[in-house]
């Protein structure tokens, strides 16, 4: 999956997209589901399965 903040031109990878607060992202990185309403994409099923 590809992992976006919402301000920054930043982007990693080509796979389905997760875009929200980086605060957001840095809390998924990790491993923590908190933050998984805060974000949004095509790759949040994919993300959602592998945090679970």
Do not use: N
Not at 3 to 23: I, N, Q, S, Y
């Amino acid at each position: 999956m590809q992992l976006r903040e919402g301000f920054a031109e930043v982007a990693h990878a080509a796979f389905p997209e997760v875009v929200g607060p980086l605060l957001a992202l840095l809390l998924l990185i990790t491993g923590r589901t908190a933050a998984l309403d805060r974000v949004a994409g095509e790759g949040i099923p994919r993300l959602a399965r592998q945090l679970a």
